[in-house]
């Protein structure tokens, strides 16, 4: 196996991971919403998960670990990733919160800063927004 194929595997085992994360946030509340899979749908594509990863993971307990990186635009990526799969029905309620918080540490942010970070975009993820808004106000 080259270098190039650890690589792409470890990414790729990054993104299964994530995948997972956003879909047990997206069935928190039970079944999931046509809204919820659309984006679950997108995502998959955009981290190139197969169709059987993809059903797998939406069948069984979630067994995929949250990979933290030190890249802290990364993680604020990841997080935006999950805000967008809670606010698909356009509310967060308490147990997504508590998942959130769960998440953000996995990935690396400490408690305080998860609080902090969460708090923030909880008060303007209203909307919708892109990406680089996102990190622009998340970061101030």
Partial sequence: MSFADLYS????RR???????LA??????????SEEKILLDRFASK??????EYEEVLKKENKYPIDSTPDSEKRLERLYDLFRIIYS???????????IKKYAIGLGFTGEQ?????QR???????KIDFDDYLYLVKR
């Fill in 89 to 99: 029905d356009h509310e967060i309620d308490d147990e997504e919160r508590l998942l």
């Fill in 15 to 21: 993104n299964l991971a994530h995948f997972a994360a």
């Fill in 121 to 127: 975009s909880i008060a303007i993820f209203g909307g």
């Fill in 47 to 52: 981290l190139d998960i197969t169709k059987s």
């Fill in 9 to 12: 595997s470890a990414e790729h």
């Fill in 114 to 118: 998860a609080d902090k970070v969460i």
């Fill in 24 to 33: 047990t946030l997206a069935s928190i509340d039970g079944e999931l919403s």
